[in-house]
């Protein structure tokens, strides 16, 4: 019989793996600016300046719809200034892990289209819940949302046959993806995504909201960003996925579904505005 590998060793064998998908340089180094409260708008604006080819596309996001600028922001520190230094991080993160994903061709299992769509409907999902209930920053849970699954890619191109393992899992005994791989492999998605994150040097909220996004825990750096896109995830699988047309809301976590209770009430009238904004988000990000 084959041995059992542990998550240790899978973990051992992510870190050697030199073709992880990387974060760009300058991504990290804003993340780690914004730690500090004394960066200037200047010195922000010269990092980013760095990397000319994100320029445009920072500058395309913040004229976008999605935040409803009337008159066309035209230059980096203006951007900036109106946006604040949480929200360029976010959009230059959100946009670099896009990117760097990119050439993910993902397998017969996963479908990456899906996969991304999924991932912006949850962010989108996420910054509406924690834009309503002025719980977090909607910024953060956009990027949370968008991140959360992202060690299903991993799985998926680094360990193909644990992939396929949860995937057969998940068909044969109607179970989630997060259920099955803790009943047929090791680690889940959530792990090794959080180790990613770890890698990319994000924040820690970021990173505990990969790591428990199916698994509530309090002592997270940030356990409301946790909650918003954990929910997030159900209603995205429940309304925005499935279609479902009744409003039973399927079992979450109940401090979290206790947390999110005002939004959670009044979801059939708000569904098809988040609707329609989840589609104008696919539209930009994943053309
Ligand atoms: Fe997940
Ligand atoms: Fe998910």
């Known amino acids: ?55 445009p ?22 951007a900036i200034v109106l ?39 949850v962010a989108v999902i996420s910054r509406n ?5 002025r719980l977090s920053s909607p910024e953060d849970a956009f990027t949370g949302g968008l991140l959360h699954d992202i060690g299903k890619v991993i799985l998926s191109q680094f360990f193909p046959e644990l992939f396929l393992k949860v995937y057969q899992g998940a068909i044969q005994d109607g179970l989630s993806f997060y259920e099955a791989e803790k009943k047929t492999i090791p680690i889940t998605h959530a792990r090794i995504g959080s180790f990613l994150a770890k890698k990319w040097q994000l924040p820690d909220s970021l990173i505990d ?10 002592n997270v750096a940030d356990y409301d960003l946790l909650c918003v896109v954990h929910v997030a995830d159900i209603i995205d699988h429940t309304f925005i996925t499935k279609g479902n047309k ?20 009044s979801l059939p009238e708000w569904l098809p505005e988040l609707r329609k904004k989840i589609e104008e988000a696919c539209g930009f990000f994943l053309k």
Not at 129 to 133: R, T
Not at 210 to 217: A, E, L, P, T
Not at 246 to 265: C, I, Q, S, T
């Open 1 to 55: 019989m084959a041995k059992q590998v542990d998550s240790k060793t899978i973990l051992k064998r992510l870190e050697r793996i030199d073709d992880l998908p990387t974060l760009p340089v300058i991504a990290m180094e804003v993340n780690r600016l914004l730690m500090d409260y004394n960066t200037s708008i200047k010195e922000l604006a010269e990092t980013i300046e760095k990397d000319q080819a994100i320029v």
């Open 57 to 78: 596309k920072l500058l395309k996001l913040v004229n976008s719809a999605f935040y409803g600028f009337q008159s066309r922001v035209g230059n980096l520190s203006k």
């Open 83 to 121: 946006l604040g230094f949480n929200t360029i991080s976010n959009a230059l993160t959100s946009l670099s892990v896009i990117e760097a994903f990119s050439s993910s061709r993902g397998n017969e299992n996963l479908n990456m289209i899906d996969f991304w769509i999924h991932s912006v409907s």
């Open 129 to 133: 819940l924690a834009e309503k209930l």
């Open 209 to 218: 909201v990969i790591r428990c996004h199916h698994s509530i825990r309090k």
């Open 246 to 265: 009744d409003f039973n809301l399927p079992v979450m976590n109940n401090d979290a579904a206790r947390l999110l209770k005002p939004v959670l009430n």
